[in-house]
């Protein structure tokens, strides 16, 4: 299969929105090419996995995971980018996520995605720019909670500065969305 079927699906996932072609296709051609057969274990909650699968044709379904009731199945859908974060550091899944249908997916992985940004800064400059855009959305959302809740009781106390908190803006960047990707 020509590269370009690989490269089309990472297109369309927020985290990789406005990197060149050129960067496109190199992670591309770095991800392993792996079919899922029906039943096949993806992901696998609590397990600290070495890289993200991109699903690239199939479905699957996450069966464990955060919101999710037990014994019910949330479909993940071709296009999900699934554990993302393991390409880029050290951590655990949240989700367990089953091949339901025939899967074709990339693995991409953490020693591939780090080689590339070692001889790409740019990569990982691009990366951290959006991660902060969805840190400062979510940063955001709290504060609009804060203001709808109104001020706590003790408020006069905390803006002392003997107790509470303040919420510290992370970055000005727009955020992502992130509803096709499985933690």
């Keep these: ?21 050129l960067q496109l296709t190199e ?3 770095r991800a392993d090419r792996i079919v899922y057969k029906p039943g096949d274990v993806i992901v696998t909650a609590h397990g600290e996995p070495d890289a993200a699968v991109l699903v690239v044709s199939g479905e699957a379904v996450r069966t464990e ?3 999710l009731e037990r014994g019910a199945n949330e479909a993940i859908p071709a296009g999900a980018l699934i554990s ?4 880029l550091i050290e951590t655990e899944c949240t989700s367990t996520v089953v091949a339901r249908t025939p899967v074709r997916a990339l693995r991409i992985t ?6 590339h940004m070692a001889s790409d800064p740019s990569l990982a400059d691009h990366f951290v720019a959006k991660i902060a855009g969805r840190l400062s959305s979510f940063v955001e959302s709290l504060r609009e909670i804060d203001r709808a809740l109104g001020p706590p009781d003790g408020a006069a106390h905390a803006a002392s500065g003997s107790e509470g908190a303040a919420l510290v803006p ?7 969305p992130v509803a096709a990707t499985v933690h």
């Design 1 to 21: 299969m020509a590269i370009d079927a690989f490269v089309l699906p990472l297109l369309n996932v927020p985290l990789f929105q406005g990197l060149k072609p």
């Design 27 to 29: 992670i591309a051609r």
């Design 65 to 67: 995971g955060p919101g």
């Design 84 to 87: 993302e974060m393991t390409m």
């Design 110 to 115: 953490r020693q591939e995605m780090q080689a």
């Design 170 to 176: 992370v970055s000005s960047a727009s955020s992502e």
